[in-house]
């Protein structure tokens, strides 16, 4: 077999699944420097590739666009080829990336796709005959498709800035630098589905009591016009509130985000892009459940917070309607549990300093 030169990595939508493969890739980029490895994504997941090994470039597919449908695939699969590819990796196996895969098989490419474990996480979320256990996690799952491709590596992904953190120049229009024991809490309330979104009364009610604590400012993520009324709502009660919904662009919010002292955040994308940067997140969980394998890099369990109910999980991605039409699993979580392992988390980082 010819020494492999150039990889292409699939992995098209879902913007915390693409965070998700970015310390995978950039670990095995980095083990292997004389190979070149190219992102297939959209655009919006491609902005996430900042500080990349040089190894490392990004493509983006216009499946809205001129790569929509079969003949949108097929001319995305020409201009691919053009790359002269060598194997592919297919992280999202869905039926855009098989039609891909399979005219890169037939053309003589070899190809190696993710094992997404969709049976056993059918049994995780099953309501009658639910077998309750932690699976693979998604980023140990991206980890085996390169193995079996056999480009064996460590992951030693910390950051997307290394050992460092964002450019405050990058943000100084939105915010000072902080100040000496100033604390800095992102608050991130919203998610895709609502089976994923913490009731916004009682996330409210959380923002309340971090707000009242000294020398902390609170940093409000989203970007939908709905939420962008909420913040400015919260931010009309109570001191020391930024909100950066809007369209601030990722470079901007990563950096400022790499400076935060903890992240609260849903099962949602924003759990990921503070993983990213290294920032330590409490996560709340309604219909979903981290033993899905979706936790952030380098997050801890204990750090995710959940009611402990039979259903839980009912969904993978949080998109199916509560069974019990009460959505017990997001409002029977008190807002001072999140309070108070945030305050756990602020105790722990402040002693280590």
Same mark, same amino acid.
């Given at each position: 077999m010819k020494p492999m030169k150039h990889i292409l990595v699939i992995r098209l939508s879902a913007l915390g699944d693409v965070a998700m493969t970015i310390p995978v890739i950039y670990s095995v980029a980095r083990t292997y420097p004389h190979i070149t490895f190219t992102v297939l994504t959209q655009a919006v997941a491609s902005k996430l590739f900042i500080?990349?090994?040089?190894?490392?470039?990004?493509?983006?597919?216009?499946? @809205?666009?001129?790569?929509?449908?079969?003949?949108?695939?097929?001319?995305?699969?020409?201009?691919?080829?053009?790359?002269?590819?060598?194997?592919?990796?297919?992280l999202h196996d869905v039926l855009r990336s098989k039609w891909l895969r399979f005219w890169f098989s037939v053309s003589g490419t070899k190809c190696v796709v993710i094992d997404k474990g969709r049976a056993e996480k059918r049994r995780l979320t099953s309501r009658m005959h639910k077998r309750f256990r932690p699976l693979k996690?998604?980023?140990?799952?991206?980890?085996?498709?390169?193995?079996?491709?056999?480009?064996?590596?460590?992951?030693?992904?910390?950051?997307?800035?290394?050992?460092?953190?964002?450019?405050?120049?990058?943000?100084?229009?939105?915010?000072?630098? @902080?100040?000496?024991?100033?604390?800095?809490?992102?608050?991130?309330?919203?998610?895709?589905?609502?089976?994923?979104?913490?009731?916004?009364?009682?996330?409210?009610?959380?923002?309340?009591?971090?707000?009242?604590? @000294?020398?902390?400012r609170i940093f409000l993520f989203g970007g939908g016009d709905d939420e962008v009324q909420v913040f400015n709502c919260w931010k009309s009660r109570y001191p020391n509130i930024i909100s950066m919904g809007g369209k601030h662009g990722f470079e901007k919010e990563l950096a400022l985000i790499s400076h935060l002292d903890v992240m609260i955040t849903m099962d949602s994308a924003n759990m990921h892009l503070a993983s990213l940067v290294g920032v330590r997140v409490v996560s709340v969980w309604g219909a979903t459940h981290p033993y899905?394998?979706?936790?952030?890099?380098?997050?801890?369990?204990?750090?995710?917070?959940?009611?402990?109910?039979?259903?839980?999980?009912?969904?993978?991605?949080?998109?199916?309607?509560?069974?019990?039409?009460?959505?017990?699993?997001?409002?029977?979580?008190?807002?001072e549990a999140i309070v108070q392992r945030v305050e756990q988390v602020l105790t722990a980082r402040s002693s280590m300093e």
């Open positions: 500080q990349a090994p040089e190894n490392v470039s990004v493509v983006v597919a216009d499946v @809205k666009g001129r790569h929509a449908g079969i003949s949108g695939l097929w001319r995305l699969f020409r201009e691919l080829r053009r790359l002269h590819i060598d194997a592919v990796v297919d996690s998604s980023i140990v799952r991206y980890e085996e498709v390169f193995t079996r491709l056999g480009l064996t590596f460590v992951p030693r992904f910390t950051s997307l800035y290394g050992d460092e953190k964002g450019a405050t120049t990058l943000f100084s229009e939105i915010v000072s630098d @902080k100040a000496e024991n100033e604390i800095w809490i992102g608050v991130a309330p919203f998610a895709k589905h609502k089976g994923k979104i913490y009731p916004v009364s009682q996330m409210e009610r959380v923002v309340a009591r971090l707000a009242e604590k @000294k020398n902390c899905a394998g979706f936790l952030g890099w380098n997050q801890s369990p204990s750090d995710a917070l959940g009611v402990e109910l039979s259903c839980r999980p009912c969904s993978v991605f949080g998109n199916k309607p509560c069974f019990r039409g009460d959505y017990a699993c997001m409002n029977q979580l008190p807002p």
